[in-house]
């Protein structure tokens, strides 16, 4: 089996910092450390359109609420439905 972008020990170790983190205020701080605020708003922008498709919203109201583009609410939805789960159990959990 070839071994992914994930499964490098680097990718490991960055999951395994991220699964220790206790609360939104530790999360804030961690995720500001290690990302610019530009890959933090995507990754917002991303976390609300998963949440509007889970909901049914349609694309153009997305697109609206959002400002991104169909381009990256159609990848975010791909993820959603035929990715590895993690947004279905995220937003299962925070239901």
């Known amino acids: ?8 020990t680097e990718m490991r170790e960055l999951f ?14 961690f995720l500001r450390d290690l990302c610019t605020l530009a890959e933090l708003k995507e990754m917002a922008t991303r976390w609300q359109i998963a949440k509007s498709i889970k909901k049914d919203i349609p694309y153009r109201k997305i697109v609206k609420q959002t400002g991104a583009s169909t381009a990256t609410i159609t990848r975010v939805a791909n ?17």
Request: proline share 3%; glycine share 8%; aromatic share 8%.
């Open 16 to 29: 395994a910092a991220i699964a220790k983190l206790k609360t939104p205020r530790e999360a804030k701080f």
């Open 79 to 95: 993820w959603l439905h035929h990715g590895m789960g993690g947004y279905r159990s995220m937003l299962q959990r925070l239901k």
């Open 1 to 8: 089996m070839q071994k992914t972008v994930l499964d490098t």
